[in-house]
């Protein structure tokens, strides 16, 4: 006799073929069916729901981070991806027809498009290999620009027009791995906001895996980002800056466009940063030291992704935060100095008493998905997150070390040519 199957919510039973069809396209009553566990030859297993007492990954505040890099950390990295991958084809739906004669000339949605960068370690090249894969099983389109800064990954999702985007780092003390989601039109996922979602799912238990998606691509976001970046330069006057921790992706852009600018970048050795480390005062001693050594118009100190950039002046030592953004919007001319420019903080306190021209403050919630969200709403020029991270504003702001050093050359380069003008008078 054979066994017969029936559907959570539906009063007559199914044969066994369509059980088992209904499992591979997702019919949303599987989920809670007594029969999900009699998957026959179907090639993927339903993943374990994490209750609240078992091991969840960390979700940080901008990102899903855990501190070990074994097999359990893996595990729970690889289950926040599916979660991820759930929430954005949750976002594109496929509904079953409701006969044949309907299913004949329905379509399937196409799967969302997720770009993958990482940094160039080689942890976070092996992790990123298994979250690609993590994202292809369960339906996503996965297009991998491969080692880079994350400034140039972020161009790469706008240029791709992704769905989101996964950025995979590691490093820090305890070492760790992990990775940050960003959405589509450049908004970073953080807790209280969107990653609240992929923890609300991962609790739920993220279900089967239900589509298959197109072979991994690649794309070189070289070419796009070195354009980019020689526009932000143009016009630098000849300068020496002094420079630790610039990874080696983001050195080779540099080093293609370096002839088209007067500016000229000195690496010098150091510790690696994390995100959530300032550099250390015998870092930025040993960068000033240089710096008045070789008469360097100042040094730069930036973080592992690309982002951070801790600025380190020839006179006043290393700046704060609401000092690089005061000499930021002195540099951008008499113009944007009159009109009512609106900068985007996390801390009151330190940026209290701004005084450029009209410019006013807008104070956000600590998380990077806040501070993007409010510099749009106010269309903001810029915005800082008081850990060396300063977003430009414009439709899609974009925070890039390397565009903060651009403006701190050309405050250095305004402030040496006051300087005779001065002298003489």
Do not use: K
Not at 292 to 311: T, Y
């Amino acid at each position: 006799m054979r066994q017969s199957y029936q559907c959570p919510g539906e009063s007559y039973p199914i044969s066994r073929a369509v059980h088992l069809a209904r499992l591979a396209a997702g019919y949303a009553p599987c989920d809670h069916c007594r029969h999900f566990s009699e998957q026959g030859t179907l090639p993927v297993e339903r993943p374990p729901a994490l209750s609240m007492g078992a091991p969840q990954p960390l979700f940080e505040t901008d990102r899903v981070w855990r501190s070990e890099r074994n097999a359990s950390g893996r595990r729970d990295l690889l289950a926040a991806a599916t979660a991820v991958a759930a929430v954005l084809t949750s976002e594109c739906p496929w509904e079953l027809p409701a006969s044949a004669w309907e299913g004949a000339s329905a379509r399937a949605p196409s799967p969302p498009r997720v770009v993958l960068g990482h940094d160039g370690e080689l942890p976070s090249q092996r992790l990123a290999g298994d979250v690609a894969r993590t994202f292809s099983r369960a339906g996503c389109r996965v297009i991998s620009i491969g080692a880079s800064g994350r400034p140039a990954f972020e161009l790469a999702l706008e240029s791709l027009a992704g769905r989101a985007g996964a950025y995979v780092e590691s490093g820090g003390s305890p070492a760790g791995s992990g990775f940050s989601i960003v959405d589509g039109t450049g908004i970073p996922w953080s807790t209280g906001g969107e990653l609240d979602r992929v923890a609300a799912r991962m609790s739920q238990g993220s279900g089967r895996a239900v589509r298959t998606a197109p072979a991994m691509e690649t794309f070189d976001a070289t070419d796009a980002y070195c354009e980019l970046l020689s526009t932000e330069c143009a016009g630098l006057a000849e300068m020496t800056v002094g420079v630790i921790g610039l990874s080696t992706p983001m050195v080779r852009c540099w080093e293609r466009i370096a002839p088209g600018t007067g500016l000229r970048l000195e690496q010098m050795p150091g510790p690696r940063l994390t995100q959530s480390d300032e550099p250390s005062p015998a870092a930025v001693r040993r960068l000033l030291d240089a710096i008045v050594r070789n008469r360097w118009s100042g040094g730069v100190i930036v973080g592992p992704d690309g982002r951070q950039a801790w600025v380190v002046d020839r006179r006043d030592g290393l700046l704060t935060s609401r000092d690089v953004g005061r000499r930021w919007l002195e540099s951008l001319g008499p113009e944007a100095r009159e009109r009512r420019a609106t900068v985007v903080v996390y801390e009151p306190a330190m940026w209290l008493e701004l005084d450029v021209g009209r410019s006013r403050l807008w104070f956000c919630p600590p998380t990077q998905e806040s501070l993007v969200r409010a510099m749009r709403a106010e269309q903001a020029v810029l915005g800082a997150d008081g850990m060396g991270r300063f977003w430009t504003g414009g439709a899609r702001p974009r925070c890039d070390a390397l565009g903060t050093i651009a403006a701190a050359a050309r405050a250095w380069g305004e402030s040496a040519e006051r300087r005779p003008s001065r002298a003489a008078g």
